[in-house]
């Protein structure tokens, strides 16, 4: 198998504060997790790449003090999105990479987030 | 970077049609592309991959092609259903360890 899963499915938080999404793989090591954001009727933008144990590797135009990405294990990355603010809603998915399969990627079933 | 361009951006078509949707891509490093498909609010689906040394798949309705000259690349789907109605997503990679590069979009509805 190769499932992911994403913790919380939605959430809404008041502007300014944080708040912090996991995605976790259950039945795999995932060598490598990617996480996206997705605007309503809109393609999945890459955010930024993360392999377990270190430091995470951001697209143009995406500020890492902003997202916060921590990939502290091979089954669990967490992305902080810090001081929200109402643009920043959006729906953001995440994606695993087996290490036996390394050309696929299993995505997630995604966060909603709403900032007030 | 890798641009990727995907047409059209809605489809309709009459259920038992066929459906091509046909993306292109910038980098010609590019040697893996896969094809999502994306029910709303649901995460994407892998449908088929096609790898940059073979120039067609086929799995039962569903076939992709590939033209690395002109950098191209088209899902085919035949004797479309209702349930193929779904947002689908072209994608481009350099392979192994890297990352995807999404296009744009088609939303695809199959009317009974």
């Known amino acids: 198998g190769a499932v992911v899963s994403q913790h919380p499915s939605r959430v809404i938080c008041k502007s300014g504060t944080s708040v912090k999404i996991e995605c976790r793989s259950l039945?795999?090591?995932?060598?490598?997790m990617f996480w996206y954001r997705q605007f309503p009727k809109q393609s999945l933008m890459l955010m930024a790449t993360?392999?377990?144990?270190?430091?995470?590797?951001?697209e143009q135009g995406v500020e890492k003090d902003k997202f916060l990405i921590n990939h502290a294990s091979l089954t669990l990355s967490t992305l902080t999105v810090t001081s929200a603010h109402p643009e920043d809603s959006s729906f953001y998915i995440c994606s695993a990479r087996r290490w036996d399969r390394v050309n696929e990627q299993f995505f997630g079933p995604g966060t909603r987030l709403t900032v007030l | 970077g890798e641009n990727v361009e995907q047409h059209p951006s809605t489809l309709s078509v009459q259920e038992g049609d066929s459906a091509v949707i046909k993306c292109t891509y910038s980098?010609?490093?590019?040697?893996?592309f896969p094809w999502y498909k994306q029910e709303l609010g649901k995460r994407p689906q892998l449908i088929i991959d096609i790898r940059s040394n073979v120039g067609e798949k086929k799995d039962q309705r569903i076939a992709v092609t590939l033209n690395k000259t002109a950098k191209h690349f088209s899902l085919h789907i035949t004797e479309t259903q209702p349930e193929d109605s779904a947002v689908y997503f072209c994608?481009?990679?350099?392979?192994?360890?890297?990352?995807?590069?999404f296009g744009t979009g088609t939303s695809l509805t199959v009317i009974p």
């Open positions: 993360s392999n377990e144990g270190s430091k995470a590797t951001y």
């Open positions: 994608a481009a990679s350099k392979g192994t360890g890297n990352q995807f590069y």
């Open positions: 039945d795999f090591q995932a060598t490598t």
């Open positions: 980098d010609s490093a590019s040697n893996y």
